[in-house]
Every structure is written in C-alpha cells, then in structure tokens.
C-alpha cells in the first residue's frame, strides 16, 4: 500500500513562514502528479496547488507568496509558504495521484495525507 505524511505545519505570526513537506512511501511504480489542498473550519476543501512533471498550479489567494516543489528521487512535495496571512489557517492536506506495483502501474488513484494543521496569527 501507499501512505503520504506531511509535516511542517505549526503556529506562526503573519508575515511569517512555513515549509510544508509530504513523502510517499510504499509499493509506488509512479507519481504523476502531487498537490496541497486546504481546508478551514466551515469552508470547502480548496486546491492550493499541484505540480505535475511539466506544470504547477496555483489558487489565486496564494499566487505570488507560496511556491510548490517536488523531489522525484524522495518521493515528496514541498509547499514554500511566505508573508502568510491569519486567512491561511486551515487543516493541509497532501495529495498525490500514484500508480502502484501491484496493479503493474496499470492503475492510477489518488492518496491522502492526513493532514497537517496551519495556523496564522495577527
């Protein structure tokens, strides 16, 4: 099977930062593409961004302040998090869509981290 853990999360003041990271780990034949989603209390879960091997993607509120990476060689995707506002407080979640051993890399799915908390004080 396959597991992603985040880490990196804590409390920080605005205009602080924080560096997210998630590895996976398991019977992993590729990783085609990784991702942070957040979600506050009382909101929708909302993509923060991805990166595929040619591409990265941002939310707008984020755009110009946090800039996704990824290590294929560990396996794991970093979110560079700066000049962060109380408005980025949520729960984090990371996401991958992977292709494992087991199906021969047949078959691709997405997996979830459980979540790595954020919290921005004014």
């Known amino acids: 099977q396959v597991q992603l853990v985040e880490s990196g999360g804590g409390l920080v003041q605005a205009g602080g930062s924080l560096r997210l990271s998630c590895a996976a780990s398991?019977?992993?034949?590729?990783?085609?593409?990784m991702g942070w989603y957040r979600q506050a209390p009382g909101k929708q879960r909302e993509l923060v961004a991805r990166i595929t091997s040619g591409t990265t993607n941002y939310a707008d509120s984020v755009k110009g302040r946090f800039t996704i990476s990824r290590d294929n060689g560990k396996n794991t995707v970093y979110l560079q998090m700066n000049s962060l506002k109380p408005e980025d407080t949520a729960l984090y979640y990371c996401n991958a869509r992977i292709r494992t051993t087991e199906t021969m890399g047949l078959i691709e799915r997405a997996y979830w981290g459980q979540g790595t908390q954020v919290t921005v004080s004014s």
């Open positions: 398991g019977s992993i034949f590729s990783i085609n593409a």
